[in-house]
């Protein structure tokens, strides 16, 4: 008992260890157990890694930017460190010149592999130099070390030399953009109607066509030519791919249903070209995914004739349409080659029926009704307002008399014309011209019958006829038009044909305010107030009496 001890770790805060002690010292007391704590806790050893980028030469753009990646071979390091987001042990972002990114505390040890992935691009040579080793023309690989910091710098240079640049397009979309020709060779079971009958029934017809897709549908005309040829706007081929012609005959009925699809060839992984430049350049190359479809050709003189170049597509693909345009500036020659994919597919059937099929016709009425004219009056003198307004003319003609309530406010008893020109004559002679009425209608409507929606519209003069399996008692509803009231459909029926009018109903609304002014009203010819005036008249009629009677008296 009382016996003192001190413990030390004789490798304390080594090899990249934190030696720290708890009850290493003291005394031991009677019937007592000491214990003594001591506590390695290892540090990580780290580094850093610094990614320059620099650009030189006569022609490097020094504020072009360049793509890297940073691979580390440890895969669980994800986060930030410093300047890069690490997932998964890679990083990448982008450098200009004179730009750098930095990785902080790494774990000494660490791999790390450095790639420009833009490297040897557009005239451009690229080289690595991966802290003081010697320069190198690919990925440059090491490993972060302890307490230092790496500098890897990725060099661009490119000289102002004479080149050709290529750059290759697919279109996939502009050979969508025409019309298609529906023929009787576009539809597959024919034996049900000859190609004679066909041109009976269709040739040089007016022809409505109903078109669908899987979200919405539509009707528009179309006239066939003499040969029954059915020529299908672009902008319906690019939109819709459901078609349905029917159409009326001697002995029933024949239903045209075709669809329009769009066939897509896939991109080639890639192709070979040839380039022909006088006898200064001949060379066969390659596009693909992995040059990113760009070739650059170096060139020793300035180019000054584009039709010197002769390009020719090696393996043609019969699905593309082969083309290229040539753009010198400078004696530099852009050069885009384009492939253009892509047509109409056609499949199609006909459907001859014995019984004729219905012809239904929808038509919109809009119905404008005259309507009362409320008038407002507000007199700032607090006087009564129970008076009178007129109604007048154009011709000042008087129409009716307008009592007003309390309130300043009443209507007129007639209905007028939205169209007729009327002004208002308030109590103190002022007239004020009531606004005529300004008619405005939807750009379309939309109405469904038996469910399935047509779309009305000024294009087609609010009228389209459609022919089609119709119910006996069809089903009528129109979507709601704003500030419009619809009457109930009414349906009519002409043999087996339809006929649907819908009229809808608005009250045209026509009003006229005026506020009356706390001062009189100036006069415009005299400048007089009015009260004024009439003193004046007043005072010279007084005058006028007083001398024909004194004229009187001395007579």
Known sequence: ????????????????????????????KANDTVTAEITNRYNMPKGNLVV??????????????????????????TGSYNDMYFTNGEATFELSNGQTKTANNLPAGTQYTVEETD???????????????????????GTIQESETITVTVNNNKENKKYIMINKHFDTTTNYNKEVTINYNSFTNTNSLSETDYKKYIANQSLTVMASNSQTNTSFNVTADTNGNIKIPANYANTYTDYKISKNIDTGSITLSFKITKDTPKIPESLNFHIKIDNSLNEDFTLDTSNNWTKTFDLETDLTDSNDIEITEKNKDENWEFSYTKNITNGN???????????????????????????LTIEKIWNILDNN??????????????????????????????????N?????????SKTQELYAEYPNGEKVKINTYKETLPDSIEVKVDGKSYILSKDNNWNIKVTGEFSEDPDVEEVKVEGFTTETPKVTKDGENYKITITNTQLSSRNVNYNEPEKPVENPKTGLTTYIKVGAIIIMTSLTGLYFLKRKNVL
């Open 373 to 406: 004219i409320d008038i407002y009056y507000i007199n700032k003198n607090k006087e009564s307002l129970e008076k009178e307004v007129k109604i007048l003319d154009k011709e000042n003609k008087l129409l009716e008399t307008v009592k007003l309530d309390k």
């Open 408 to 416: 300043g406010h009443g209507v007129t008893t007639n209905k007028y």
């Open 333 to 359: 020659c852009t050069i885009f080659l384009v492939n253009k994919g892509g047509k109409y597919k056609l499949t199609g059937t006909i459907e001859k029926k014995d019984t004729p099929l219905r012809e």
């Open 52 to 77: 320059k980028k620099t650009t030189t030469g006569s022609g490097a753009n020094t504020n072009q930017t360049f793509n890297f990646k940073v691979t580390l071979n440890n895969k669980d390091i």
């Open 119 to 141: 490297a040897n691009k557009d005239g451009y040579v690229t080289t690595y130099q991966n802290g003081t080793n010697g320069s190198s023309s690919s990925a440059v690989t």
């Open 1 to 28: 008992a009382d016996t003192t001890y001190t413990v030390t770790e004789r490798e304390a805060n080594q090899n990249h260890y934190t030696t720290t002690y708890s009850n290493s010292s003291g005394s031991i």
